[in-house]
């Protein structure tokens, strides 16, 4: 036998290998496919389900009107003044001669490790009469600035200089340099953290009612906690699906085809930072106030409440309870998650096509939708179809899956794309089966990005309040809805333990985001 034919059977071989591994694999994903349109699929049914005319009366009103209104004008209000303060505050961070540079970057980024609703809380603590628009504004802005600094501080630190120096060398200052070159290739990160937090400011529940602004989310827990199954929290939850997706479109609109990208790796060296002089101490004002507010904030009411409380708020079971089962959900959670994920992780990188990217893109897309509108539709469809299993702990991680289910495949996809695949084709040669290669070659290598998605998902779950709060069994309380039924009660030193407890079990994740992305720009 010929060597060339010899190598072209082995290639046909370990083709079809990876073909019979890929089948298993594709009808696991299918079927975890068909469970993540479980919420879209529950929308439809609903609105067929109570005709036309229910249709007309319950979203064709002044309260959805009012609704739509609130949120036009939180998201119109909160997302230009996010944009404006992340790129200055990353601007000064990552590109002046600003001192502690690297200190500055990590206070930036620690604000993630506090709930959005615990900000509501502080600030309430300080000024009881915050309420309104404006309020809203500022505490969601200093809640999810965060998720806009991170992307546009990366793409900073990536830029390549060389393109400002060619700029600057036919004439151009500073300013017309940022404007004209800088400020365009921005133009991604911006538009991708944008629509986090507006994703994040349509399904935040806990921050908008302690801030007594109603929004879809408000209003939907409200009707569901008055009358379960409600015909009219289930047309809410469709228009709150209908502003998800308008939010999804426009960013598509708005991105267009344009992409950034050179050949090669472009300048070895780092940009030159540019002198601050005069600017050094407003630069230092801004960063002091933005730390102050998002960060000295709820430090300083915690420590206020913790010291009215005293020892007694720490006695007795229920702080060390709820953190027990905190614990517990999240890490089952995070786990069945990550595995959930998996083989769609491993398709998308090894067996790439149409329909696997249709398969992909039913994963993501639940973790657009607001929890309370996952929530609704897992008690609707339990309530109806399998009572059996309403509120329950397999109801619950259901739940927690179908939100987190994005976090889990980036990990896995990023860390299964780096193990090479020669390894697989290597096992399989050597007599093991495609799924058998695979989990011993492939998946441990992975386990390293597997260990980050369960930690990612394990903070969403940590944190998670709308959900957990309509689906958690009798008896069952976590953190986030211990804290939050203490403080519908207005006892605020007796909630303070709680979010200290949640600040304490992000914060460690929240740092691990932020060296991962300062490690993915070589720094």
């Not at 190598?7 to 696991?28: D, F, K, N, Q």
Request: net charge positive; hydrophobic share 55%; aromatic share 10%.
């Amino acid at each position: 036998m010929r060597p060339d034919h010899f190598r072209r059977t082995s290639r046909l071989r370990l083709r079809s290998g990876a073909t019979a591994a890929s089948w298993p694999l594709l009808a696991v994903a299918s079927i975890v496919a068909l469970f993540s349109l479980l919420p879209f699929g529950f929308i439809l049914w609903v609105t067929v389900d109570v005709g036309w005319e229910t249709v007309k009366a319950l979203v064709f009103r002044p309260r959805v009107g009012d609704l739509l209104v609130n949120t036009a004008l939180l998201e119109i209000t909160t997302l230009p003044v996010t944009v404006i303060l992340c790129i200055a505050l990353a601007w000064i961070v990552e590109r002046t001669d600003l001192p502690m540079a690297g200190l500055w970057s990590w206070l930036m980024v620690t604000p993630l490790a506090v709930p959005a609703f615990v900000h509501s809380y502080a600030w309430i603590g300080i000024m009881p009469g915050m309420k309104g628009l404006w309020s809203a504004v500022l505490v969601s802005v200093l809640a999810y600035f965060p998720f806009l600094y991170l992307p546009i501080a990366a793409t900073l630190r990536r830029l390549d200089p060389a393109i400002e120096d060619a700029a600057a060398s036919l004439g151009l200052g500073p300013w017309r340099v940022f404007f004209r070159v800088i400020l365009p290739q921005l133009r991604l990160p911006v538009l991708g953290g944008a629509m986090l937090v507006a994703l994040h400011l349509l399904s935040e529940y806990g921050l908008f009612v302690m801030i007594r602004f109603d929004t879809f989310a408000t209003a939907i827990v409200d009707v569901f906690q008055s009358a379960y199954n409600s015909p009219s929290a289930n047309m809410l939850s469709g228009v709150l699906v209908l502003c998800c997706g308008l939010v999804l479109g426009l960013d598509l609109w708005l991105r267009g085809r344009e992409r950034y990208a050179r050949v090669g790796t472009g300048s070895i060296r780092p940009p030159v930072r540019q002198k601050l002089g005069g600017w050094l101490l407003p630069a230092h004002l801004l960063l002091a106030t933005i730390t102050a507010l998002a960060l000295g904030v709820p430090m300083v009411t915690l420590a206020h409440w913790l010291w009215f409380g005293g020892l007694a708020i720490w006695q007795g079971d229920g702080v060390w309870s709820a953190f027990a089962q905190s614990i517990g959900l999240a890490l089952a959670g995070g786990i069945l998650a990550t595995m959930v994920a998996a083989p769609m992780a491993w398709l998308s990188v090894r067996a790439p096509g149409r329909y696997q990217k249709l398969l992909e893109s039913c994963h993501y897309y639940v973790g657009s939708l607001p929890g309370v509108v996952v929530a609704l539709a897992l008690v609707t469809i339990t309530v109806r179809v399998a009572l059996p299993l309403y509120q329950t702990f397999a109801t619950l991680i259901a739940a927690y899956i179908l939100l987190f289910l994005p976090r889990a495949i980036v990990g896995l996809r990023a860390s299964i794309a780096q193990a090479p695949v020669e390894l697989e084709r290597a096992a399989m040669s050597l007599g093991k089966s495609p799924a058998r290669a695979v989990w011993a070659t492939t998946m441990r290598l992975a386990a390293p990005g597997a260990g980050a998605s369960i930690a990612l998902v394990a903070m969403g779950i940590t944190n998670e309040l709308t959900a957990t709060l309509m689906l958690s069994p009798n008896g069952v309380e976590t953190l986030a809805t211990r804290f939050w039924s203490l403080t519908s009660e207005i006892d605020y030193a007796a909630a303070a333990p709680y979010a200290v407890m949640m600040v304490i079990l992000s914060l460690p994740l929240t740092l691990l985001v932020q060296t991962q992305s300062r490690r993915s720009t070589g720094q």
